[in-house]
């Protein structure tokens, strides 16, 4: 079934399980990974059980077709529910998520199917087939209107306990990314420069604290390739004007080696989680979740072969003429291959 309006939004909030698989597609990813973020949490009732949910891309169901009926048929060990989450970024892998729905339909599988749709049509086969399923539903999500993502904001520093004035929340709004997953990262920034400031924040501390465009960009990208989007990296390099390569690659770097020392501490016996709190900077406590659960997909083997492409495609851009932002961007897209 389509969800649309207040029914997209409370689904998106709120998930409701009794349908058997979601699909969420449009052009804004930050909604799209908020409503992938709930529903998984619904699905697994918040625990951090790394079993739990099995992820899939396009490149996967390419691969190999029956890779989501294989998955979507598994028995869990434990018999707890589990959830599959597909990430599609076009339609070359469409007719088998097709497949994996009308084999919910049909009883054949007992997982929940979670599937992130980013290049798909609203017409295309794949969101035809959701909406017209009573076991599935369907939501859209578009572009913000300036109007939205001012009351996002609000709502977001509300959550977070932090005084905002009127001209802060302008000048966010013209400094900061349109994408609510980075628009969140700018907001938890400000929220911790907050804290015992005693006043509201001010237009002046948001032109102050927010603004570097390239470094928000520069982030996403190495966050994405962390958790395996090789795509969405590229993808979050391609939207700046030019690429810093030896800075796009140092903060890669940097997040490798923050990664090898929590498995370092992992593989001492602790968990995922506990790991991460660890580490020395501390970790923001907004990314503490997010790293732990790369944390459990990232072994010490895949951390080295990516740490040595980081290093070779370093070497590489220091040679004069050389193409360095396809450099980077094939770089970050081997790094998001490398996980295992």
Not at 48 to 71: C, G, I, Q, S, W
Request: proline share 3%; with cysteine; charged share 25%.
């Amino acid at each position: 079934m389509k969800l649309t309006g207040a029914g997209a939004r409370r689904f998106s909030e709120k998930p409701d399980l009794a349908v058997g698989a979601a699909l969420l597609h449009g052009p804004n990813r930050g909604l799209i990974a908020q409503a992938s973020a709930a529903i998984i949490r619904a699905a697994t009732g918040g625990e951090k059980d790394p079993f739990a949910v099995t992820r899939l891309t396009d490149d996967d169901l390419k691969a190999d077709r029956a890779a989501l009926m294989d998955a979507l048929c598994a028995q869990s060990l434990l018999g707890d529910a589990r959830l599959v989450r597909v990430r599609l970024d076009g339609d070359a892998a469409s007719a088998s998520v097709v497949e994996g729905l009308r084999a919910l339909e049909g009883g054949q599988a007992g997982h929940f199917l979670l599937v992130e749709a980013y290049g798909t049509a609203s017409g295309s086969a794949l969101v035809k087939a959701f909406e017209g399923s009573a076991r599935a539903v369907s939501i859209a999500f578009y572009e913000d209107a300036a109007g939205d993502l001012d009351a996002y904001a609000a709502d977001q520093f509300k959550a977070l306990k932090t005084e905002v004035s009127p001209e802060a929340l302008r000048a966010l709004r013209d400094a900061a990314s349109s994408d609510r997953a980075l628009l969140r990262q700018e907001i938890e920034k400000l929220a911790l420069y907050a804290h015992g400031l005693g006043r509201p924040l001010s237009a002046a501390d948001v032109d102050a604290l927010i603004g570097d465009s390239a470094s928000a960009a520069m982030d996403a990208a190495a966050r994405h390739a962390m958790d395996g989007a090789g795509a969405l990296a590229a993808e979050a390099l391609g939207s700046m004007e030019t690429i810093g390569a030896i800075s796009a690659l140092k903060v890669l770097e940097r997040r490798l080696l923050r990664m090898a020392e929590a498995r370092s501490f992992a593989d001492g016996g602790m968990g995922p989680l506990a790991a991460v709190k660890a580490l020395k900077p501390p970790v923001f406590w907004k990314d503490q979740d997010v790293m732990a659960e790369q944390l459990g997909r990232w072994t010490r083997a895949g951390l080295s072969r990516a740490l040595d492409l980081v290093w070779r495609c370093e070497i590489a851009c220091k040679r004069a003429g050389v193409p360095q932002d396809l450099l980077v961007a094939h770089c970050y897209r081997e790094v998001a291959e490398a996980m295992g």
